[in-house]
């Protein structure tokens, strides 16, 4: 049941002990903010209580509300265990709730540490292989710059013989 604001929760107990069935109903009625763990937990403490009692036999045969007289400062006593309890219960509640988010903000601190280690290291294997990249850039432009000088003087050679070829023979004729 949920209506404006509140929730009930019932919870039957079956009695079969002197032969007689007897259902025992136990009930609550409880503001909607309060958590159904927690008003379980009092119908709990309710059955577990009045167990003793229910073998009375103003409780077993007394007319309705017979034995409220003998179980009401009980009630009221436990109602304020309840009501101590639950404040308690909500500043462990936050108490569990900012210690798993200082644990999740741990974890991800953690994760994030790990994370900026891997990419340093990543940093550092590039910076190294940029540097050896540039060390081989420079070979190869050394490489290919001797390579074009080889060229060079071989086709200066050839230019050269060719023009000798061709001049030198006329000019000695001339001498």
Do not use: C
């Amino acid at each position: 049941m949920k209506a404006k604001g509140f929730k009930g929760i019932k919870f039957h107990v079956f009695d079969n002990t002197t032969g007689d069935m007897l259902v025992w109903s136990f009930s609550v009625v409880a503001q909607s903010s309060v958590d159904d763990a927690q008003v379980k937990s009092f119908l709990e403490k309710l059955v577990y209580i009045t167990e003793p009692m229910r073998e009375s036999e103003e409780w077993r045969s007394g007319d309705v509300l017979s034995a409220q007289s003998s179980f009401a400062p009980i009630l009221l006593q436990k109602m304020e265990q309840v009501t101590s309890q639950g404040k308690l219960a909500m500043v462990n509640q936050q108490v569990n709730t900012t210690k798993q988010m200082m644990a999740e903000n741990i974890e991800m601190a953690l994760a994030r540490d790990e994370t900026l280690e891997g990419m340093q290291n990543r940093s550092e294997e590039l910076n190294g292989m940029a540097k050896q990249f540039k060390k081989r850039a420079k070979q190869v432009k050394r490489f290919k710059m001797i390579q074009n000088a080889k060229h060079g003087v071989i086709v200066g050679g050839l230019i050269v013989g060719a023009t000798a070829i061709i001049v030198v023979p006329p000019l000695v004729a001339l001498l």
